[in-house]
Nanobody, 125 residues
Framework: QVQVLESGGGLVQAGGSLRLSCTAS????????MGWFRQAPGTEREFVAA????????YYAESVKGRFSISRDNAENTVHLQMNSLKPGDSAVYYC??????????????????WGQGTQVTVSS
């Protein structure tokens, strides 16, 4: 059974940084494309960043490009989201997602097979 577990959320002041991590376990020997999405109260879940199973390509939402960076540890299905120059508008629950079955459309939440429970990120002004 696949489990997706996020860590690293918290409270930070505007302009600060946080690093989120996520591991998808339960499929030894299988590589997953991984993505991050976020959802603020009263809004739709939105794409943040994604990385291919090999790590050779990354994708970002325009709102975070240049501030956020996604990377992965290829020994495991572990990804990191380095978030710099955080803004109050980045406050949301951040969800990690894994796609084991074929290449996903990175920005499409429906492409992912497994999801974590989410981790809260709060940026104070």
């Amino acid at each position: 059974q696949v489990q997706v577990l996020e860590s690293g959320g918290g409270l930070v002041q505007a302009g600060g940084s946080l690093r989120l991590s996520c591991t998808a376990s339960g499929r030894p020997g299988s590589r997953a494309a991984m993505g991050w999405f976020r959802q603020a109260p009263g809004t739709e879940r939105e794409f943040v960043a994604a990385i291919t199973w090999s790590g050779d390509m990354t994708y970002y939402a325009e709102s975070v490009k240049g501030r956020f960076s996604i990377s992965r540890d290829n020994a495991e299905n572990t990804v990191h989201l380095q978030m710099n120059s955080l803004k109050p508008g980045d406050s949301a629950v951040y969800y990690c997602a894994a796609a084991f079955y074929g290449p996903p459309s990175p920005r499409n939440a429906n492409s992912y097979d497994y999801w974590g429970q989410g981790t809260q990120v709060t940026v104070s002004s």
